[in-house]
């Protein structure tokens, strides 16, 4: 009798797998003893004392709840609460919508965004003609590559952020998606762009739609932060009501938990918006049928109780005002804590421009910090943010704001100090009797010019200025 193997599964065919880097984060700061550590990377908001907001309009609406006798835990639709997916079609497509009234919209409820992007992904992979590449921007939410590919559609990038601005590569964007080959699937973040903080213009949305138009592209919309970015709602949705008006056929993934503060109930929405014909309704209730089949064989239906807090909210009249005031509450402080930042850090002489943290929207900030200075901000002023450099706005608070400045004015001055100890080390090995105002070849033309270039980012007493703030840094 032959023994049996002790697993189908070895090592060589089952990999241990790597830690997810942002709940790692998080374990990471859970665990630092440290008094004065930062939390800069988890995508939740928190208020002035650092500590998670429970909305007061959710608290509202839990009470409601909890008081009425016909609330029950039966299972939901398949689709969900009806209440809730039609209330947040009218919140992301708007009330007025053609779409809606025309009876081409089918909306489903989903275990938040990351089940909407889930459900569509898994929809495009199983019907989209021709198994169509998927472009993302460049960064981008790092789950949208895991998302796609574990459906099996091909991914590529298309580039967004310029390191050299700290804003949009829009001549790139552009490039890259007329570039992708016709029908192809671009994913579009609708507001607040995770990680940058950047997003298009009006205009510049109005061009891109001329695009896609043109290469016939399929608009794929991911939307986490409709009224957390602006704090108005209709300004965060408009650009995804703006491809609705001009006949694009597209999807939305549409997520609860930052606007309404419901993180761990996992509330959200997948919209799918056909164009408008004689064979639209036909056309959505083929797409709405086949939805239903992906979402029952997935999770048979969805969790009852995020979605019945957002209902009560949507659909009602008080209720919704006090949500948007909540809405401008958390969005304000997010704006004013990106003031305080780049005021701090351009106080201190910090080099560089720091303009682009209040250009930037939302709740994440693209620092322009390499992984080097992040990782030395964590290891030595408790400082804890992912390794591209992004910030949590939400983090900071006025308790903090001065503190984390600080930090990050030593480790860029640091840096710069670091550069011209290599430069004035070049020089030396070039034309080791030459003083650094004369030069006498190309080699050492260029070397200069570089050198000043370093001075006058760093300004001309900054140096001694950061030893200074070395010292006192942690008193």
Same mark, same amino acid.
């Given at each position: 009798?032959?023994?049996?193997?002790?697993?189908?599964?070895?090592?060589?065919?089952?990999?241990? =797998?790597?830690?997810?880097?942002?709940?790692?984060?998080?374990?990471?700061?859970?665990?630092?003893?440290?008094?004065?550590?930062?939390?800069?990377?988890?995508?939740?908001?928190?208020?002035?004392?650092?500590?998670?907001?429970?909305?007061?309009?959710?608290?509202?609406?839990?009470?409601? @709840?909890?008081?009425?006798?016909?609330?029950?835990?039966?299972?939901?639709?398949?689709?969900?609460?009806?209440?809730?997916?039609? =209330?947040?079609?009218?919140?992301?497509?708007?009330?007025?919508?053609?779409?809606?009234?025309?009876k081409?919209?089918?909306?489903i409820?989903?275990?938040? #965004? +990351?089940?909407?992007?889930?459900?569509?992904?898994?929809?495009?992979?199983?019907?989209?003609?021709?198994?169509?590449?998927?472009?993302?921007?460049n960064?981008? *939410?790092?789950?949208?590559?895991?998302?796609?590919?574990?459906?099996? @559609?091909?991914?590529? +990038?298309?580039?967004?952020?310029?390191?050299? +601005?700290?804003?949009?590569?829009?001549?790139?964007?552009k490039?890259?998606?007329?570039?992708? %080959?016709?029908?192809?699937?671009?994913?579009?973040?609708?507001?607040?762009?995770?990680? /940058?903080?950047?997003?298009?213009?009006?205009?510049?949305?109005?061009?891109?739609?001329?695009?896609?138009?043109?290469?016939?592209?399929?608009?794929?919309?991911?939307?986490?932060?409709? #009224?957390?970015a602006?704090?108005d709602?209709?300004?965060? =949705?408009?650009?995804?009501?703006y491809?609705?008006?001009?006949g694009?056929?597209?999807?939305?993934?549409?997520?609860?938990?930052?606007?309404?503060?419901?993180?761990?109930?996992?509330?959200?929405?997948f919209?799918?918006?056909?164009?408008?014909?004689?064979?639209?309704?036909?056309?959505?209730?083929?797409?709405?049928?086949?939805?239903?089949?992906?979402?029952?064989?997935?999770?048979?239906?969805?969790?009852?109780?995020?979605?019945?807090?957002?209902?009560?909210?949507?659909?009602?009249?008080?209720?919704?005002?006090?949500?948007?005031?909540?809405?401008r +509450? !958390?969005?304000?402080?997010i704006i004013?804590?990106r003031?305080?930042?780049?005021?701090?850090?351009?106080?201190?002489?910090? %080099?560089? /421009? *720091?303009?682009?943290?209040?250009?930037?929207?939302?709740? &994440?900030?693209? /620092?322009?910090?390499?992984?080097?200075?992040?990782?030395?901000?964590?290891?030595?002023?408790?400082v804890?943010?992912t390794? $591209?450099?992004?910030?949590? !706005?939400?983090?900071?608070? /006025?308790?903090?704001v001065?503190?984390?400045?600080? =930090?990050?004015?030593?480790y860029?001055?640091?840096?710069i100090?670091?550069?011209?100890?290599? !430069?004035?080390?070049?020089?030396?090995?070039?034309?080791p009797?030459?003083?650094?105002?004369?030069?006498s070849?190309?080699?050492?033309q260029?070397?200069?010019?570089?050198?000043?270039i370093?001075?006058?980012?760093a300004?001309?007493?900054? &140096?001694?200025?950061?030893?200074e703030?070395?010292? $006192? &840094?942690?008193?």
């Open positions: 009798m032959s023994q049996l193997a002790a697993t189908s599964f070895p090592a060589d065919l089952v990999p241990q =797998a790597p830690e997810d880097p942002l709940f790692g984060l998080m374990a990471a700061y859970r665990a630092d003893p440290f008094e004065k550590k930062i939390d800069l990377g988890i995508g939740a908001y928190r208020d002035d004392n650092a500590k998670p907001w429970v909305l007061p309009v959710v608290k509202k609406a839990d009470a409601i @709840l909890r008081d009425d006798p016909t609330v029950n835990h039966e299972y939901l639709p398949i689709a969900g609460l009806p209440a809730f997916t039609s =209330a947040a079609a009218k919140l992301i497509l708007g009330a007025n919508s053609a779409a809606i009234s025309d081409r919209v089918h909306s409820q989903t275990i938040s #965004g +990351t089940g909407a992007v889930h459900l569509g992904a898994l929809f495009l992979s199983k019907f989209y003609p021709g198994k169509p590449t998927v472009y993302f921007s960064p981008t *939410w790092a789950n949208h590559n895991q998302i796609f590919s574990n459906v099996h @559609l091909p991914i590529a +990038t298309y580039p967004y952020f310029s390191k050299a +601005t700290k804003g949009l590569d829009f001549t790139g964007m490039r890259a998606i007329s570039d992708a %080959p016709n029908h192809s699937i671009i994913l579009l973040h609708a507001c607040a762009h995770n990680p /940058t903080g950047v997003d298009p213009t009006q205009e510049q949305w109005k061009e891109l739609a001329i695009l896609l138009r043109e290469k016939s592209h399929f608009p794929f919309f991911d939307c986490a932060y409709q #009224g957390f602006s704090g709602l209709a300004k965060d =949705a408009w650009a995804v009501r491809f609705v008006e001009q694009f056929e597209l999807c939305i993934a549409q997520s609860f938990a930052k606007n309404f503060g419901l993180y761990g109930e996992r509330a959200g929405c919209h799918f918006v056909t164009s408008a014909g004689a064979e639209a309704q036909k056309t959505i209730s083929r797409i709405g049928s086949q939805l239903a089949i992906l979402q029952r064989s997935e999770i048979s239906n969805p969790p009852a109780y995020g979605a019945r807090i957002a209902s009560l909210i949507l659909n009602d009249e008080a209720l919704f005002k006090e949500w948007e005031a909540n809405l +509450t !958390m969005s304000g402080r004013d804590m003031k305080a930042l780049r005021s701090k850090l351009e106080e201190l002489g910090t %080099p560089g /421009t *720091w303009n682009h943290i209040t250009d930037q929207i939302g709740m &994440f900030s693209f /620092t322009g910090l390499s992984e080097k200075q992040v990782l030395e901000l964590r290891d030595v002023a408790h804890y943010m390794k $591209n450099g992004r910030i949590s !706005m939400a983090g900071l608070n /006025t308790g903090n001065e503190y984390f400045a600080k =930090a990050v004015d030593r860029v001055q640091v840096t100090l670091q550069l011209e100890v290599y !430069m004035r080390g070049l020089f030396s090995r070039y034309h009797e030459a003083d650094l105002c004369s030069s070849s190309t080699v050492l260029k070397l200069l010019l570089t050198y000043l370093l001075r006058e980012l300004n001309p007493n900054s &140096f001694l200025v950061s030893l703030k070395r010292r $006192n &840094f942690n008193k």
